[in-house]
C-alpha cells in the first residue's frame, strides 16, 4: 500500500501536469482531482488484471438504465483502506479531506431506487469477488438539477461533467458502431471502477457515449448555413443528454426507444467480440460463458438485437439461436405499474430498425404457437403475446425471451405469480423466484454514518460485519445495555446535530436538532404518497394553531423528491408540500413545535447526510404497489424506524426486526382488491374529522398555487375522479385516519427514549438479511450461476 509520503508527491505531481502551477496556488478542486488521479493510479494494475481474468471464465453482464453510484473518491479511499493514507497527505497541503470531498459532484448516471440498487448490485459483486461487468450510458446532464422556486419545481441541466471526471476511462479502441435505419453512431466506451471492501478484485461499470460517425458537413459548413452542419452531431448528442428523455411526445418515445438500443446494442457487440476472441465462431459455449441480466424493461430491446447478431451475423439457426438467447438472459422485473410496463408502437421499430421488428414478429409467431400447443386460447394468447394492440410488450418479450424472471421482494414476488404475470406463472413457474433487494452496507452504513459503524465494530471487537452484515445478530443483546443505548442516542443525536447545519446552509432553514425526524425521500410519484404525508401534517397543524397542547414532540419533517418534467401532478405534490411547509414554518403559535422542509435536489450526497439522521421513515406507498424498496432498508440500517404500510419490503422488515419495533398500518395486499372496490373516497371526506378541512384548503384560499390549477386538480382527483380515472385510486383518504393515528403513536413512543433505543437497535441488528451481498449471492448461485474469482 501506498505511502502517505509518496502519496503526497503524486498529489504534487498531478496538479503540477493539470494545472501548471504549484499545490501552493492550487485550488480545492484541484486537489481533489490530483488526489482521485492518485487514487486512480493505485488501483489500475488489480483492475487490468481483474478484467483480464473475468473474461477467461464465465461472467454476468448487468444491463441497466441507470446506476446511481454517488460519489467515487470517499467510497473508494474506504475500499481501498487509503483513507487515513490520504487524510495525512492532504492535511501536509494545509486541506482536510471532507473538504476536498465536497468538490465531487454526483455523477449524473441514474434517479432513484433503480439505478441505487444497480450501484449497490456492483459494490457487492466486487467485494464478493464475482465476476460481473454492468452496461449503462454515460448521461451528459443525468435526470435533472432540481431547484425550487416559489414552491415549484424548475428543471435545469445537470451539468456534472464541466471538468472531465477522472474515475472514468475513455477506451477508444474499443468503440463499436451501432446502427439505426437512420444513421450510424459511434458507441465509445467509458470505464468506471467499481472497488470491492478488502479485496484486490475491481470490477467495471461501462457507460457509453455516443459520437456521430461523421463530425459535420464540411461542405455546408463551408456554404455558412452553419445550423445545418451540426444537424447529425446533435441528435447523435441527444442519446446520451438526458436519462430518461420526456416520452410525453411521439418524438420523445423515438428518443427512448433509440437510448435503449443504443446501450444495448454497443454492449452486446462487445460481449460477443469477446467471446469470439477466446473461442472463435463456435457460439454453442456462448450461454456457457455469458449471462446477462436486464434490469427491468428498458433494456429488454437486447433479446431481439442478440437473435439478430447470431442469425444474421454468426448465420445460426433460429431455433438454436433462440436456445442459446433464452439461456443468457434473465429479467428483474421492478414494478406492477402497468404505465412502467413499457410498451412501444410498432411504428417506432419500423422507423429506428426495421430489422428488429422483423424478428420481434417471428418471436411472437413462434409464441403464439407455443402457447396454443399449451392449451391456451385466444383470448389467453393474445393478452400474453408480446405483440398486440399495435405494440411491443416488453415486459412480455423479456418474459419469453428469458430462462428466469424475478420478483424484487416476497410480497412484489407473489403478485407477479398471483395476478400481473400469472398466465406466464402457469406455463412456466420454474422460471419466477425471488430476489429480495438490499444495500450494501458499505456505502450506507460504514461510509455514510462512522460513528455507528465504529461502535458497531467496537462492541464486535472487529469489523467483519462490513462483509457479512448478518455478524450484526450477534449484537442484538446489547438492546438492554443501557449504556450503549446512550451511546447510539449520542450519536444519532450527532448525526441530527450535523444535518441540521446543512439544512440551514442549503435551505436556510433554522431546524430544531431534537425534535423527530420524521423523513420521507423517494421519487415523487402518486403511489409513493407523499399527498398523504402532507395532508396529515397540515391536520397536525391545524390541530396545534388551536391548541399548541396538542403537540406531543417537536418534529421536523423532511421530504426530497424529484417528479418526471412531464408528470403534472406530481409537481403539483411537490408545490402542496412547499405551501404547507411555507404556512407552518411563518406560523409563530404552530412552528416551534414543527417545521416542514423540502430539501431541494435530492441525490446520493444528500441521501448520506440523511438516513443517519432520519428517526421515522416513511415508507407509506399504496398497499401492493412498491415493489420493495430500498430506501427503507437504508433507514433500518442506520436506526430508523419504519412508519409503512403492509407493503414491498416493508412487510420483510417488520418480520426481521418485530413489528413491535416498527409502525405498521393498513390493510394486507390479499385484502386491498376487496377494499379499493367497495371504496368511496366522499365517506372519509364527510366523515373522518378533521380531513374535510384539509382537503378544502387546497381550494379555499388557504394554500395558493398561483393560479396554476394545480390545487384543484389535486382536489378533483381526490374525491371526483375522471372520465379516466376513479377517485383517489391509491387510497389516499382511505388510509389517512388510521396513517395519523399511527404516527401519533410513534410521536408518543419517542418520548420513551431508551425504549426508542431500543426499537432502533433492534431493527440495525436485523437488518442483515437487506444487505446487498445476500442478494448478489442468491443471483450469483441461483440465476447466473458464476462463482468468486478472485485475482490473489
Not at 477466446?278 to 457460439?283: A, K, N
Not at 420493495?628 to 426486526?657: P, Q, R, W
Not at 395558493?704 to 377517485?727: E, R, V
Amino acid at each position: 500500500m501506498i505511502e502517505t509520503q509518496q502519496l503526497q508527491d503524486r498529489i504534487e505531481a498531478f496538479i503540477k501536469a493539470e494545472t501548471a502551477q504549484s499545490p501552493q496556488q492550487a485550488a480545492p478542486a484541484d486537489f481533489w482531482r490530483a488526489l482521485s488521479r492518485a487514487v486512480m493510479e493505485q488501483l489500475t494494475e488489480c483492475w487490468e488484471k481483474t478484467s483480464l481474468l473475468y473474461k477467461s471464465g464465465r461472467q454476468a453482464h448487468y444491463f441497466s438504465a441507470e446506476f446511481l453510484e454517488g460519489r467515487s473518491l470517499l467510497n473508494n479511499l474506504i475500499n481501498l483502506g487509503l483513507y487515513e493514507v490520504a487524510a495525512k497527505a492532504v492535511r501536509a497541503f494545509g486541506h482536510e479531506l471532507a473538504e476536498l470531498e465536497e468538490q465531487e459532484n454526483d455523477p449524473g448516471l441514474g434517479n432513484g431506487g433503480l439505478g441505487r440498487l444497480a450501484a449497490c448490485f456492483l459494490d457487492s459483486s466486487a467485494t464478493g469477488n464475482l465476476p460481473v461487468t454492468g452496461y449503462g450510458i454515460l448521461y451528459r446532464y443525468g435526470l435533472f438539477r432540481q431547484e425550487i422556486e416559489n414552491g415549484f419545481q424548475k428543471e435545469y441541466p445537470d451539468a456534472w461533467m464541466e471538468q472531465p471526471y477522472p474515475f472514468v476511462v475513455r477506451r477508444n479502441g474499443q468503440a463499436v458502431r451501432v446502427h439505426y435505419q437512420d444513421m450510424d453512431v459511434i458507441a465509445v466506451p467509458y470505464d468506471m471502477p467499481i472497488t470491492g471492501y478488502k479485496t484486490d478484485n475491481i470490477n467495471t461499470l461501462r457507460l457509453w457515449k455516443a459520437e456521430p460517425a461523421e463530425e459535420f458537413d464540411f461542405n455546408l459548413f463551408n456554404s455558412q448555413r452553419f445550423d445545418d452542419a451540426v444537424i447529425q452531431r446533435n441528435r447523435v448528442n441527444d442519446i446520451c443528454r438526458v436519462l430518461y428523455p420526456n416520452d410525453s411526445s411521439y418524438d420523445g418515445k423515438v428518443l427512448r426507444v433509440r437510448q435503449q438500443y443504443f446501450f444495448v446494442s454497443a454492449s452486446l457487440q462487445t460481449i460477443v467480440a469477446n467471446y469470439t476472441r477466446l473461442h472463435g465462431l463456435d457460439f454453442s459455449r456462448f450461454a456457457a460463458a455469458n449471462a446477462i441480466q436486464l434490469n427491468d424493461t428498458h433494456p429488454v430491446i437486447a433479446i431481439p438485437e442478440l437473435m439478430r447478431i447470431l442469425v444474421d451475423q454468426q448465420k445460426m439457426d433460429w431455433s438454436a439461436a433462440w436456445q442459446i438467447t433464452q439461456a443468457v438472459f434473465s429479467y428483474t422485473n421492478h414494478t406492477i405499474m402497468s404505465e412502467a410496463l413499457e410498451k412501444w408502437d410498432v411504428g417506432i421499430f419500423q422507423f429506428l430498425f426495421p430489422r428488429l421488428l422483423q424478428i420481434i414478429e417471428r418471436i411472437d409467431s413462434q409464441f403464439r404457437q407455443d402457447v396454443r400447443r399449451r392449451g391456451l386460447n385466444e383470448d389467453q394468447v393474445n393478452h400474453l403475446s408480446p405483440l398486440g394492440d399495435g405494440k411491443i410488450r416488453m415486459a412480455w418479450l423479456a418474459v419469453y425471451g428469458s430462462h428466469a424472471v424475478n420478483g424484487v421482494a416476497a410480497m412484489h414476488t407473489d403478485i407477479l405469480k398471483k395476478d400481473t404475470m400469472n398466465g406466464f406463472y402457469t406455463l412456466w413457474p420454474n422460471k419466477f423466484s425471488n430476489k429480495t433487494n438490499g444495500v450494501t452496507p458499505r456505502r450506507w452504513l460504514k461510509v455514510c454514518n462512522p460513528g455507528l459503524a465504529g461502535l458497531l465494530t467496537e462492541l464486535s471487537g472487529k469489523d467483519d460485519w462490513i462483509r457479512d452484515l448478518d455478524a450484526l445478530e450477534s449484537l442484538k443483546p446489547y438492546g438492554h445495555d443501557q449504556q450503549v443505548l446512550e451511546r447510539l442516542l449520542a450519536i444519532k443525536q450527532a448525526n441530527k446535530q450535523s444535518l441540521a447545519r446543512y439544512i440551514g446552509q442549503t435551505e436556510q432553514i433554522a431546524i430544531d436538532p431534537h425534535s423527530i425526524f420524521d423523513v420521507q425521500i423517494k421519487r415523487l410519484h402518486e403511489y409513493k404518497r407523499q399527498l398523504l404525508n402532507a395532508l396529515v401534517i397540515l391536520d397536525d397543524y391545524f390541530n396545534i394553531r388551536e391548541d399548541p397542547d396538542r403537540a406531543i414532540v417537536p418534529v421536523t419533517y423532511l421530504f426530497g423528491a424529484k417528479a418526471a418534467p412531464g408528470y403534472f401532478r406530481a409537481k403539483a405534490i411537490i408545490k402542496f408540500i412547499n405551501e404547507v411547509a411555507r404556512l407552518v414554518n411563518q406560523d409563530p403559535v404552530a412552528s416551534p413545535y414543527m417545521k416542514v422542509v423540502f430539501m431541494h435536489n435530492y441525490n446520493v450526497s444528500r441521501a448520506e447526510r440523511i438516513f443517519p439522521a432520519a428517526d421515522i421513515s416513511e415508507q407509506i406507498s399504496t398497499v401492493g404497489m412498491e415493489a420493495s424498496g430500498t430506501g427503507n432498508m437504508k433507514f433500518m440500517m442506520n436506526g430508523a424506524l419504519t412508519l409503512g404500510t403492509c407493503d414491498g419490503a416493508n412487510v420483510e422488515i417488520a418480520e426481521a426486526a418485530g413489528y413491535e419495533n416498527n409502525f405498521i398500518f393498513g390493510c394486507r395486499v390479499e385484502d386491498f382488491s376487496k377494499t379499493i372496490g367497495d371504496y368511496n373516497p366522499r365517506w372519509q371526506y364527510e366523515h373522518i374529522p378533521g380531513l374535510r378541512r384539509c382537503i378544502d384548503a387546497l381550494v379555499d384560499g388557504t394554500l395558493d398555487d398561483q393560479g396554476t390549477g394545480m390545487f384543484l386538480d389535486l382536489y378533483n382527483g381526490l374525491l371526483n375522479g375522471s372520465s379516466w380515472q376513479p377517485a383517489d385510486p391509491y387510497y389516499v383518504l382511505g388510509d389517512f385516519d388510521e396513517y395519523r393515528t399511527n404516527r401519533h403513536n410513534s410521536q408518543y413512543a419517542y418520548l420513551e427514549r431508551l425504549a426508542w433505543a431500543g426499537k432502533c437497535w433492534n431493527n440495525i441488528t436485523s437488518s442483515g438479511r437487506f444487505s446487498s451481498d445476500r442478494t448478489i449471492r442468491d443471483y450469483a448461485a441461483e440465476i447466473w450461476r458464476i462463482e468468486g474469482t478472485p485475482i490473489g
